[in-house]
């Protein structure tokens, strides 16, 4: 039954009526709309359609209203009363205007304060006008019978008006009768929701149902997306929902009073109005209290007869009392705030915000968190289709990477650039499909294209423009190139100009698809789009370039894993189908192609996200319906992921979880990565101790570090940064140039018959040819081991014996400070030493150095020759490369890495510990053979699209202490991870920072370090100089990536602790006796509990039993790391050295690491290695060596002493050093490491095998030569 209304009131709930009642309820109807004396009635009663204008301040207003401080309020009646006392002076004649300085001086700073305060004021009331602009300038209206174009503001109540697709609505209509099959309107201005709403004419709805809810209504300013329809007009103006807007913000902007008062008005204040009204109040007190005080104390001079009269007396010392009362009040203070409010103003209104008050500034001062939404605020409400899916056969789909981010029809389809439209089949339909089911269009204003109509749809034609067509003659005049407003949609016109639309079926929830019917030549056609799951279930064919076949079980699987991979990638994804005959017309389809989209996100995003996360302000997401779909639109941003700053509570449930329940916490991981097939399992445990993660997944790690990015559109993004100060070069490498280097390096390594499981050696220094290398054997699946570049002949012999490589890359030479290092001697001398040859030897040359080339081949021919070669899928639990530490014997261990698991962590800790999102600079200053070098030079960075910067060059010399610094700010770098040693050797030189202060390093948010322990002095001075977060962090050659590092919120940073662990790693220690020690802050064995988490050391290359012995014996069901170390009350833990680096006095065992961090607090140390020498009586003795402080003034002796005296008193007598030397250097390891066994045995007159991964041979001699004038090193 229908509602009864009274005509005579206003139409309050047009939602709740049926669109006859509301017709009824204005006397119109649709047939001839208002009469000319109705709309004039209507229009006396609601006034124009236009949003009302807030009533304006008048001039004097505004000027008044700057004076409500009472500081400066104050300030005003100390100059009105100076100006009167010097007005009245007899003297005042005598001196002119300069009796007046002081009041005009307080006058102008008031002056100029209001000024300021009125400007800003004045500028925001024109913003706000702003809003008017949203509303359309003309509207088709049915009046007296006849349809006609008026001004929107001339629309009044009852009107009949009628909107199409690409129109904005220009008042709240209830909707009468659709002109379409369906009509969906975009109101994200509204409500924020980026999908359109479909609306019903039908419908009659509850009195409390939300705008969005409120599917029988048009709302003003919104925009018809899709149909067309007639509605009626029930509210204008300030009556419509966009004006009810407006008027909350006008309520919000504080419209404070109608008329000025000297009061203080009711409202509520800011903090700092606050304060300085408080401030102002207590001034006034005190000073109030003062002047009366010093007043009254000199009644007594009033009657001084050098006054003339008591009268002058008293006037004379009140003049003392308010020029004191003048100078206490610091009139300069509002001109500084409204100054520094002013700046801050400036700058938001540089960012489009609208401030319309001064103290509203302060506002972002005060905020602790922050909310956003996701359309139009991180996205721009816009789609451009980023990939294109064609089959390749009835089993296979094949992808495209489509280039462009607008609807400008310039960008190729990768891949499709030319196309024989003869063997395209499929495509053509694909076009003619996108082209036909679609009803929008594209418009080109000033060589500008924009849409009308739906997003989704719009970014599906500017695919078909740029794909081209048939045509030679039409294709060459429009194809990837600037157009006409006539051949804006050339090439749709040209699929759709002989084909008749007969009718249009719209989306529905329930059918997921839009289709119409076309009538052509051949026959009766129907065309689909829709949800690709829906489409798949009524397809029985699929159309290939050949022509149809049968869809099979096989293809169907395969069609559901791409769409599956596609969206998890937060593309949004359609599929097209046809059906050739009008019988039983919705079954039985034929699958065409998917195409996928993704919202384009607002390009200020990433960095305002971190700048403000840096700034300590947590941020919140606001979800909407589709939270997966917010989260993976999140999840490039790297913004909500970061988790190396925790509390307790998230860390104590997240960590729990990752040890509990492994599986399901790294399945969610795991995700973050591109799979061609899924796992069968993700953790198998059935041959303990050697687990496997996600056994059956198969993958690509090129793919997922590189291909990957340039098919999600960010190809142009930079992905290696080269800078070699040694070489003078600079060059930056973006994704889809790394992309086309690394396909033709493999394409060269596979026409040389490398291929799947195929071992590579790669010796080679820090230049690009590496990382590609390392890259294009990925590629191919071929495992490959990277050597130190520079390595000895004897060592790279070892590694060859023990990999035996079908291929040996290397480089002519590496670069030193000296002078070029020719690499050819120990090529030469390596393959003399072993058996094997590798069959394949590519040498790189360098200008600075080339080699003698004899059977090897010439990288860049044999690149020239080359053709790009596609990602080979291997299994997750394939080996991706093999790195060779040397053990305890000297001998080197081959320490296998998988390739799935190392594919997750990597991942996750370049997200979740450092922060990092894509397009953001990382630079691991480290070796590329180093395992830092593979995991955060190489792999990591690139798995999560950042810039990795390789570095050839060190931290001194190269050319000065500030080189690292000079790459920080030259590239913003965002994080850098380097080791201990390398700040020790630059704050050696550079001890108090003014070459850290000589460069901007606002971009860097942490600095992360590892390899040795650090030492707090050095560890608080950077944190302190550089303000950012310090990160020491625990992880081995074995482990991959970090075992600890995450700091809890509550604590902090700890001098010389690597943190907590992180999630995945059970870590404990034992004592001697291999039992746990639950209690904290006891020394014994670091070890971790197994499993040990994804990508952490498998086991050994061809080495079970070493793997067995050497890591998991000793304490079964946990891998020995071979580091001692305590946990703390707080659980962090602190890595104190290797387990054999115990010094034993007297049956006391004490820790070199211990020893050492107190000796380098000493001001004048930069570092210190201590080992325990033999010695008859007490078995060891700790002894020392010293690297000083380039810049101490102080004799080495005056520095020794002071260094025993202080172990003597911080650590105790026992650990007195028997003796210490000064040496230039410490012998090293390129990751940072002492070589503590070398110096020790030499002490005993022994000469250890010299590791190959040493990194300043000299330094060697320098021990030797220190040792011998201590009186240790006997014989040697």
Not at 91 to 98: A, L, P, V, W
Not at 695 to 724: F, K, T
Request: charge should be negative.
């Amino acid at each position: 039954m229908n509602k009864v209304v009274a005509l005579e009131e206003d139409l309050r709930h047009p939602h709740t009526l049926s669109a006859e009642d509301v017709l009824a309820h204005f006397h119109v109807s649709l047939e001839t709309g208002l009469t000319h004396s109705q709309v004039l009635q209507q229009r006396l009663r609601h006034g124009p359609n236009e949003l009302a204008e807030e009533e304006k301040k008048s001039l004097w207003k505004l000027i008044l209203a700057q004076f409500e401080d009472l500081l400066v309020r104050i300030l005003l009646v100390s100059a009105v009363v100076s100006f009167v006392l010097a007005a009245l002076d007899e003297k005042s004649s005598e001196e002119g205007i300069t009796a007046f300085v002081e009041p005009l001086v307080i006058l102008l700073i008031l002056i100029a304060n209001a000024f300021v305060g009125v400007w800003q004021e004045s500028n925001a009331e024109k913003a706000l006008d702003a809003l008017k602009r949203l509303q359309p300038d003309t509207a088709a209206v049915l009046r007296d019978g006849c349809w006609t174009t008026v001004n929107a503001a001339g629309l009044v109540p009852g009107d009949v008006v009628q909107v199409k697709v690409g129109d904005k609505v220009p008042a709240d209509l209830r909707v009468a009768t659709l002109n379409s099959t369906t009509i969906r309107v975009e109101q994200s201005q509204l409500t924020g929701e980026s999908q359109s709403v479909s609306k019903d004419p039908a419908m009659c709805l509850p009195l409390e149902t939300i705008i969005q809810g409120k599917v029988n209504m048009l709302f003003a300013s919104t925009t018809i997306s899709n149909g067309a329809c007639m509605g009626v007009v029930t509210a204008t103006g300030m009556a419509t929902e966009i004006g009810a807007i407006q008027d909350a913000v006008q309520l919000a902007a504080g419209e404070e009073a109608s008329r000025f008062e000297f009061v203080i008005f009711d409202q509520e204040q800011t903090p700092l109005q606050q304060k300085l009204d408080d401030f102002g109040n207590l001034l006034a007190k005190v000073i109030f209290a003062i002047c009366l005080l010093v007043w009254l104390i000199n009644y007594k001079h009033f009657f001084d007869p050098v006054h003339g009269s008591v009268i002058r007396g008293c006037i004379y010392y009140f003049k003392i009392a308010v020029a004191l009362a003048v100078a206490a009040i610091p009139e300069g203070l509002p001109a500084v705030i409204t100054t520094c409010l002013a700046l801050g103003t400036s700058e938001m209104a540089k960012k489009n915000a609208i401030v319309r008050r001064l103290p509203s500034v302060e506002t972002l001062g005060c905020t602790s968190v922050i909310c956003s939404d996701k359309t139009g605020t991180l996205t721009t409400n816009e789609m451009c289709c980023t990939r294109l899916v064609l089959p390749k056969s009835s089993s296979e789909m094949v992808s495209y990477v489509v280039e462009g981010h607008s609807y400008t029809p310039v960008g190729f389809v990768q891949g499709l650039a030319e196309v024989d439209w003869q063997q395209q089949g499929s495509l053509q339909a694909f076009a003619k499909i996108a082209a036909l089911c679609n009803e929008s269009r594209l418009e080109v204003e000033a060589g500008s294209f924009r849409r009308i109509g739906e997003p989704t749809e719009a970014a599906l034609l500017t695919l078909v423009e740029k794909l081209g067509v048939p045509d030679p003659s039409l294709h060459g005049r429009c194809w990837q190139k600037s157009r006409h407003r006539e051949d804006a949609m050339a090439f749709c016109k040209y699929w759709t100009s002989n084909v008749q639309k007969k009718a249009t079926l719209e989306f529905t929830r329930d059918r997921k698809s839009m289709s119409v019917l076309c009538s052509e030549a051949c026959g009766k056609m129907l065309y689909v789009k829709g949800a690709p799951e829906s489409i798949l279930e009524r397809c029985s064919s699929i159309l290939l370039p050949g022509g149809p076949v049968e869809l099979s079980a096989a293809g169907r699987q395969a069609i559901r894993s791409s769409f599956a991979a596609l969206a998890s990638e937060a593309l949004r994804t359609l599929a097209l189908a046809q059906r050739s005959s009008s019988e039983d017309i919705l079954s039985s389809q034929l699958l065409r192609d998917p195409a996928n989209f993704v919202q384009l996100k607002q390009p200020f995003v990433v960095q305002s996200f971190h700048s403000t996360c840096h700034g300590g302000l947590p941020a919140a997401k606001n979800r909407g319906q589709n939270a997966r779909q917010v989260n993976l639109l999140h999840r490039p941003l790297a913004v909500f992921n970061a988790v190396r700053h925790i509390s307790r509570e998230r860390y104590s449930k997240l960590h729990q979880e990752s040890i509990a329940n492994p599986e399901g916490f790294w399945s969610r991981a795991a995700a973050e990565v591109s799979w061609s097939k899924p796992w069968s399992a993700v953790l198998d445990s059935s041959n303990p101790p050697f687990y496997r993660w996600f056994p059956g997944a198969q993958l690509n790690m090129c793919y997922n570090a590189v291909d990957r990015h340039v098919e999600a559109g960010r190809g142009g993004s930079d992905a290696l940064i080269y800078d070699s100060p040694l070489a003078g070069v600079k060059k930056t490498f973006t994704y889809s140039e790394l992309q086309r280097e690394v396909s033709r390096t493999a394409g060269a390594l596979a026409k040389l018959g490398i291929g799947k499981g195929d071992r590579v050696v790669i010796y080679m220094p820090m230049i690009p040819e590496a990382v590609f290398a390392m890259l294009a054997c990925a590629r191919l699946g071929a495992p490959h081991s990277v050597v130190f570049g520079g390595f000895a002949g004897p060592e790279l012999a070892t590694r060859l014996e023990d990999f035996q490589p079908k291929a040996i890359i290397w480089s002519s030479c590496g670069l030193e400070p000296k002078g070029p290092v020719e690499y050819q001697p120990m090529i030469k001398e390596a393959l003399e030493l072993v058996e094997m040859t590798p069959s394949v030897r590519i040498c790189k040359q360098r200008p600075e150095a080339a080699a003698i080339l004899d059977g090897d081949l010439d990288w860049d021919e044999a690149l020239a020759a080359a053709e790009e070669v596609a990602c080979e899928q291997v299994d997750a639990t394939d080996p991706l490369y093999m790195l060779y530490t040397s053990g305890s014997t000297g001998k080197p261990k081959g320490v296998l890495r998988d390739t799935g698991g190392y594919a997750v962590a990597l991942k996750a800790s370049m997200a979740q510990f450092m922060n990092m999102a894509p397009g953001e600079a990382y630079w691991a200053a480290s070796d590329i053979g180093w395992v830092v070098g593979h995991s955060y030079i190489v792999y990591g960075p690139l798995l999560q699209g950042c810039a990795t910067v390789l570095y050839e060059g060190k931290p001194i010399g190269t050319p000065d202490a500030g080189a690292f610094w000079r790459v920080v700010e030259e590239y913003q770098v965002r994080a850098l991870f380097l080791a201990p040693t390398a700040l020790r050797a630059i704050r050696r030189v550079d001890p108090d920072g003014a070459l850290v202060r000589k460069y901007n390093l606002s971009c860097l948010r942490s600095l992360f370090v590892a390899g040795e322990r650090s030492d707090p002095e050095t560890s608080r001075f950077y944190a302190s100089i550089l303000n950012v977060g310090y990160y020491d962090n625990w992880w081995q050659t074995e482990t991959g990536h970090p075992i600890c590092g995450l700091q809890e919120d509550s604590v902090g940073r700890k001098d010389g602790s690597a943190g907590l662990p992180l999630f995945g790693y059970d870590v404990a220690v034992f004592d001697e006796r291999g039992h746990i020690m639950e209690e904290p802050n006891h020394a014994g064995h670091l070890v971790v509990k197994l499993p040990l988490p994804p990508g952490t050391f498998p086991g050994l290359w061809n080495n079970d039993e070493g793997f067995l012995k050497s890591y998991l014996e000793e304490f079964p069901g946990y891998y020995n790391s071979g580091d001692s170390g305590v946990i703390d009350d707080h659980g962090y833990v602190s890595v104190l050295e290797r387990s054999d680096d115990v010094i034993n006095v007297a049956a006391h065992r004490l820790s070199c690491g211990q020893i050492e961090a107190c000796i380098k607090a000493h001001p004048d140390i930069n570092d210190c290695a201590v080992v325990g020498a033999a010695d008859e009586l007490k078995g060891q003795v700790p002894i020392a060596l010293l690297v000083l402080m380039d810049a101490t003034s102080r004799t080495k002796e005056d520095i020794v002493q002071d260094v025993k005296a202080r172990v003597r008193h911080d650590i105790g007598a026992i650990a007195s050093l028997a003796a210490a030397e000064v040496v230039e250097q410490l012998p090293k390891t390129r990751s940072g490491k002492v070589l503590r066994k070398n110096i020790r045995g030499m002490a005993d007159g022994k000469l250890p095998p010299i590791p190959g991964t040493i990194e300043n041979p000299p330094a060697l001699d320098f021990a030797l030569n220190g040792l011998k004038r201590m009186g240790y090193a006997k014989g040697l």
